[in-house]
């Protein structure tokens, strides 16, 4: 079996770099043609919307397509008047691909509920002044979102984290989430082992274990350390919108964010790579550390910012902690080894941190829930998420109730409540 496969990926290889050379064939659309599955049959959606990038004013709807569609999202304040329509285009062109279609809709407004459609029309491009409607349009059902603001009377979070590609542990959690009916879900990185591929992010992030996941509520995608790497990392983007940040200064940080909603500051931290870029592991190719230092500087803007400044509690979100308690345990600058926590976001960002009362720092990457607790010299809470088997694998909820923040770690196989812990409002 080995061989065989050895030899088709060797054909696949000769194939590709034969129709690349010919300028016919670009990898992304062999994978996607050999991998597409409809959602059902002969439908051209392969996943559900999955919604991302919550700003006061926008987001983004993301979903995979079976063969060569257009798509668009129809919206509006009520069920049955879906009245506006974002048609996606960037750059004067509107979306076409058999892959992955990225609508934002703008124009919205904070604490606002709406509803939604997505449309998707297969498209027989046959050349440049050829291009034709090909069939009926499909739509998915009416859903609804809510947009962040600080007005919210309530604000809730689910996290889950280091999944590997594990679907029956990825089937549990998502259900999990389902029950609990958060705000925001996290996906706290390493949602695989290396990104290889459309279908590996297909059935391991988009639509896991066939789990309806953020087509009723955002996801906030926090980049782990697997995440960025493997032959497809760079076109994680075309999934997971780059977020747009209100200062062009910090543009190139597409995977810090901030989102306020009622009491509560959300911030999304990438922590990287888990070894210095100086590691032959990386082949020259990574550059994290100038990318860790920026993030210190956006966070420091960020938590004297009003959306944040205003709000009662804030929690930081990143995958690889930026403590461990354990003597000797690798800080991702050494020769050897890998991460056990991230010295360099602790050096960049841990002041801003502390200047700021930062309540709760949510981490994962060591594949244990463990809960570093507060000390003199740090205000946070640390809690770490457990890892992708059926033994420690875990969902962290977090709510605010009666004016405290309430946070919870279920383990996802039996839902036996693992910890509880609850935070006072910031001073
Ligand atoms: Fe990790």
Redesign the pocket.
């Known amino acids: 079996m080995k061989e065989n496969h050895s030899a088709s990926r060797r054909d696949f290889m000769a194939l590709s770099g034969a129709a690349l050379a010919a300028g016919t064939l670009i990898p992304n659309q062999l994978s996607a043609n050999e991998n597409a599955k409809p959602l059902a049959p002969d439908s051209l959606f392969s996943s559900p919307v999955i919604l991302q990038n919550p700003t006061e004013n926008s987001i983004t709807a993301a979903w995979t397509l079976s063969n060569f569609a257009t798509g668009w999202i129809e919206w509006g304040t009520a069920p049955d008047k879906l009245d506006q329509k974002a048609c996606g285009a960037k750059y004067g062109l509107k979306p076409y691909s058999n892959r992955v279609i990225q609508v934002t809709i703008n124009g919205l407004k904070p604490n606002t509920t709406y509803f939604y459609r997505a449309a998707a029309s297969a498209v027989d491009f046959r050349g440049a002044y050829d291009i034709r409607p090909a069939g009926e349009t499909e739509f998915t059902k009416v859903l609804s979102f809510t947009t962040p603001g600080p007005n919210a009377n309530s604000a809730s979070f689910a996290v889950v984290n280091?999944t590997h590609h594990v679907q029956d542990v990825m089937a549990l959690e998502f259900a999990k989430i389902r029950e609990l009916k958060p705000d925001y879900t996290f996906w706290n990185?390493?949602s695989v082992n290396s990104v290889e591929g459309h279908e590996m992010l297909l059935k391991n992030v988009i639509f896991p274990a066939n789990c309806e996941v953020a087509n009723d509520h955002p996801l906030l995608f926090v980049r782990?350390?697997?995440d960025t790497r493997g032959h497809w990392a760079r076109y994680y983007p075309e999934y997971f919108t780059p977020w747009k940040q209100d200062d062009p200064e910090f543009d190139d940080l597409g995977y810090s964010f901030v989102v306020r909603h009622g009491d509560l500051a959300m911030i999304g931290l990438d922590t990287g790579e888990?070894k210095p870029d100086f590691r032959k592991e990386w082949g020259g190719l990574a550059e994290f550390e100038p990318y860790i230092a920026k993030q210190g500087e956006w966070l420091k803007k960020v938590l004297n910012s009003e959306k944040v400044k205003t709000a009662k509690f804030v929690v930081a979100f990143c995958?690889?902690p930026l403590f461990d308690p354990r003597p000797g345990a690798n800080p991702g600058t050494l020769e050897t080894g890998h991460s056990a926590w991230k010295k360099l976001g602790a050096d960049f960002w841990g002041p801003a941190l502390q200047d700021a009362g930062v309540q709760l720092v949510v981490a994962?990457?060591v594949h244990r829930h463990r809960i570093d607790e507060p000390t003199p010299e740090r205000c946070w809470t640390q809690i770490t998420g457990g890892g992708c088997s059926m033994k420690d694998a875990t969902v962290i909820h977090g709510a605010i109730v009666d004016g405290k923040l309430k946070v919870t770690t279920y383990f996802a196989a039996t839902g036996e409540v693992l910890s509880e812990r609850t935070f006072e409002p910031r001073a």
């Open positions: 280091d990185g390493d782990g350390n697997h888990d995958h690889i994962a990457h």
